[in-house]
Each structure stands twice: as structure tokens, then as C-alpha cells.
């Protein structure tokens, strides 16, 4: 089955700096691939997702990319501020099956 | 207001007591699974069901029982809870299989205590 590995597990950034979070999966017929934010005590959030048939996909600060040949794709924010700071979730599914895999979360830390 | 919603949201229980998690939705999603979150495993599917009386195994079964006899309920069943059950535990639906109905709504998260 899938599996989807998330690195690094901790990230701590200066405010207005990038942050940058890489996964990696196994199942080369996964195509689709969304983010998830998770701020304290809170639900999982869907902040951005992509498909196997673009590489690139950007909505404000937040960019997500996809390397379908090597199976690995990152998520990239910019200008960082307080309010980015969270645990992000990566996962990896087929579209159309309800099956999904996560990894195992990034706990990102903005300092002022 | 479209939401999801779990009862309770806090259980302490002792082993082998029966207990039952209720999922809730009110926006008409077709699609419905069971997550548990543990520290440094991230979030794990336990049961996924695509429609009424359809349901399948995600990664992480053993130890659960699910239903879905109406569209909106997805109640979790642990018959005979042990401490390695304990967890946070999130209920998801989704729209549908394709598009925008892709997205996953998390519900608030129950918080599981097995003593």
C-alpha cells in the first residue's frame, strides 16, 4: 500500500522568512495530493492540494509542487508570519477512492 | 451552518467497556472516515465508507467496528477498548469522489482515554 513520508518533522523559521516541507510517496498511481494545517486544539484544514497532472500550483503565500518522476512534493510558504505557525499534514490518495494517506506532520514555528 | 460534528468530545473509560464515537454531517457528503492522530505517526485511517452500507478498512482497523446506515451518521465502535486505543480520534466527509469534492471536513476531534 501507500506510504508517505514527511520531513522534517520540526521546522522553526524566522518571521518573514520561507518554510519549506517535503514528502515523499511510494504509490506511483497516487495522483492526488493535499495539504492540511492543524493549529492547536484544532481541526485538520485543507490549505492547498494538488494533481499528478500539473507540477506547480500557488494560491497567495502558499505554492505547492510536484515531482511525479522522483514521487516527491513540497510545500512552500513565504513571507512567513505568526499565524503560519502549526503542525502541516501531507497526504497522498487516488482520486476517486476515499483512501488517504498522511504523513506524519511538520510542527512549524514562526519567531518574531 | 455545514459542519461536522463528534460526541463526545472527551472519554475516559476503563478497558473493555463498550463505547460508541457519533459522526455527524449535515452538508449531504457521500464520503465519510474515521482518523486517529498519535504524536509522530501523524493521521491514521481507520475506516473509510463511500455510501450507505459501504464501508471499507483503512490502515488501521483492528480493535473497531463501524456503520452507516443513514447517509449523515458514521458512529465508531470500539467493543472492547484497550489503553493502546487511546488517541485523538477525527471524523471526515468529503462531497464526492472527484473535483472540488475532494476536500476532506474534519470534525472538532474526540479526545480518547483508555485506562
Known amino acids: 500500500g501507500e506510504n508517505v513520508e514527511q520531513h522534517p518533522s520540526t521546522l522553526s523559521v524566522q518571521e518573514g522568512d520561507s518554510a519549506v516541507i517535503k514528502c515523499t510517496y511510494s504509490?506511483?498511481?497516487?495522483?492526488?495530493f493535499p495539504w492540511y494545517k492543524q493549529e492547536l486544539g484544532k481541526r485538520p484544514q485543507l490549505i492547498i492540494d494538488?494533481?499528478?497532472?500539473?507540477g506547480e500550483k500557488k494560491d497567495q503565500r502558499i505554492a505547492v509542487t510536484l515531482n511525479k518522476t522522483a514521487k516527491h512534493f513540497s510545500l512552500h510558504i513565504t513571507e512567513t508570519q505568526p499565524e503560519d505557525s502549526a503542525v502541516y499534514f501531507c497526504?497522498?490518495?487516488?482520486?476517486?477512492?476515499?483512501?488517504?494517506?498522511f504523513g506524519q506532520g511538520t510542527r512549524l514555528t514562526i519567531n518574531p | 451552518e455545514a459542519q461536522v460534528t463528534q460526541n463526545p468530545r472527551y472519554l475516559i473509560t476503563v478497558t473493555g467497556k463498550k463505547l460508541t464515537v457519533t459522526c455527524s454531517q449535515n452538508m449531504n457528503h457521500e464520503y465519510m472516515s474515521w482518523y486517529r492522530q498519535d504524536p509522530g505517526l501523524g493521521l491514521r485511517q481507520i475506516y473509510y465508507?463511500?455510501?450507505?452500507?459501504?464501508?471499507d478498512k483503512g490502515d488501521v482497523p483492528e480493535g473497531y467496528k463501524v456503520s452507516r446506515k443513514e447517509k449523515r451518521n458514521f458512529p465508531l465502535i470500539l467493543e472492547s477498548p484497550s489503553p493502546n486505543q487511546t488517541s485523538l480520534y477525527f471524523c471526515?466527509?468529503?462531497?464526492?469522489?472527484?473535483?472540488?469534492?475532494?476536500?476532506?471536513?474534519f470534525g472538532p476531534g474526540t479526545r480518547l482515554t483508555v485506562l
Open positions: 465508507s463511500m455510501n450507505v452500507e459501504v464501508t
Open positions: 471526515a466527509s468529503s462531497l464526492s469522489r472527484s473535483g472540488r469534492g475532494h476536500e476532506q471536513f
Open positions: 504509490d506511483s498511481a497516487s495522483n492526488y
Open positions: 497526504a497522498a490518495s487516488i482520486v476517486g477512492a476515499q483512501k488517504l494517506v
Open positions: 494538488i494533481r499528478s497532472n500539473v
